[in-house]
């Protein structure tokens, strides 16, 4: 199994920035991708961004050019940096991480989830 432990939301005024970061852990053969997902108060969880091996880092068209996702291969971590944060970003934001385990299984994991907010 795979665990995840995001760490850094908070409260921000709008325009401000934060930083998430996710740790993986567990039984990780290869991690095949990294994403970053949020739910917000009455709300269905949207897809926000993710980091393909090979592919490099796609965004939902409300966080491009604001958001930027990174990884850290040797540390199976993800970034998420949070800039220009709107109130319309506030959310409990979880990550996501889809890997081969060492029965080359693919199995997906989710974090607990970290509250963002952002006050106008």
């Known amino acids: 199994q795979v665990q995840l432990v995001e760490s850094g939301g908070g409260l921000v005024q709008a325009g401000g920035s934060l930083r998430l970061s996710c740790v993986a852990s567990g039984d990780i053969f290869t991690i095949h991708a990294m994403s970053w997902y949020r739910q917000s108060p009455r709300k269905q969880r949207e897809w926000v961004a993710t980091f393909t091996t090979g592919a490099g880092p796609s965004y939902a068209d409300s966080v491009k050019g604001r958001f930027t996702i990174s990884r850290d291969n040797s540390k199976d971590t993800v970034y998420l940096q949070m800039n220009s944060l709107k109130p319309e970003d506030t959310a409990v934001y979880y990550c996501?991480?889809?890997?081969?385990?060492?029965?080359?299984?693919?199995?997906?994991?989710w974090g607990q989830g970290t509250q963002v907010t952002v006050s106008s």
């Open positions: 996501n991480v889809e890997s081969l385990d060492s029965r080359l299984s693919l199995s997906g994991a």
